[in-house]
């Protein structure tokens, strides 16, 4: 089996096909098709279906946000823990400082650049891009949504 390419700030970002285009496109394509039926022949059946259409994307919306919701903690777990076996004690409390996108864009700093990327971070307050950008050596994360 051939091995992927290695991540990197230019090559991290998921593109889920099947998500992506398949059912988002097919939501959407659905909504603007009933929405064209409706402005057509406006009756109760062509409204349902933009009702309808309206509702499964916002379900499908709602769903992915949720999964990205739950992934943010589950990192934010990890970078914790990952963080109090790298850090000394002292930092440990700070550590409650950092935001949800802080720990995102810490995840893929490898355990040798954490401490002084954690430190960047709460000092000049980072966003997760901007992390991610300092990153020289790059810990890929193959187990997300």
């Not at 406006?42 to 059946?45: E, M, R, S, V």
């Given at each position: 089996m051939p091995e992927k390419k290695p991540q990197s700030y230019a090559t991290h970002r998921r593109f889920d096909l099947w998500?992506?285009?398949?059912?988002m496109g097919l939501l959407t394509a659905?909504?603007?098709i009933a929405?064209?039926?409706?402005?057509r022949r406006?009756?109760?059946?062509s409204v349902w279906g933009v009702v309808l259409s309206l509702g499964l994307l916002i379900l499908m919306l709602r769903v992915r946000i949720y999964a990205l919701r739950v992934q943010d903690r589950i990192i934010r777990l990890e970078e914790t823990l990952r963080m109090?076996?790298?850090m000394p004690e002292a930092w440990h409390v700070r550590?409650?400082?950092l935001t949800p996108g802080q720990f995102v864009g810490l995840r893929f700093a490898s355990d040798e650049e954490l401490p002084v990327l954690v430190q960047q971070a709460l000092d000049e307050k980072?966003?997760?891009e901007a992390i991610k950008k300092r990153i020289r050596i790059w810990r890929g994360d193959t187990?997300?949504?």
């Open positions: 998500f992506h285009v398949g059912a659905a909504f603007v929405c064209i039926l409706a402005v406006f009756d109760l059946a109090r076996a790298l550590l409650r400082e980072l966003s997760s187990f997300r949504v």
